[in-house]
């Protein structure tokens, strides 16, 4: 059974760093991605960011490039997101997912398994 937990999350005033962690377990890591998404109040889900677990290689939405950093550490089975430079408009409930094929999508339909999201809120 796939379980993601995410944590992490919470109020952070502008210009502040948070960061977000995605424990994993129940995956075939080798051939997994993992992607992060936010979805702010009364807006649809966003991709923010992936990473290919064998690999790392990572993609990025454009509106977090510079500011945020995935990265993954296989002994722990965990995925984190390294959040700078935040801004009012990065709140948003954040959630892990994962996907069997490798692939470091940014569609959200191509995702399997998702956690429960943690809060982000960043006051201006």
């Known amino acids: 059974q796939v379980q993601l937990v995410e944590s992490g999350g919470g109020l952070v005033q502008a210009g502040g760093s948070l960061r977000l962690s995605c424990a994993a377990s129940?995956?075939?890591?080798?051939?997994?991605?993992m992607g992060w998404f936010r979805q702010a109040p009364a807006k649809e889900r966003e991709f923010v960011a992936a990473i290919r677990w064998n690999d790392g290689s990572t993609s990025y939405a454009d509106s977090v490039k510079g500011r945020f950093t995935i990265s993954r550490d296989n002994a722990k089975n965990t995925v984190y997101l390294e959040m700078n430079s935040l801004k009012p408009e990065d709140t948003a409930v954040y959630y892990c997912?994962?996907?069997?094929?490798?692939?470091?999508?940014?569609?959200?339909?191509?995702?399997?398994?998702w956690g429960q999201g943690t809060q982000v809120t960043v006051s201006s």
């Open positions: 129940g995956l075939t890591f080798s051939r997994s991605a």
């Open positions: 997912a994962a996907q069997m094929r490798g692939i470091t999508t940014m569609y959200e339909w191509e995702y399997d398994y």
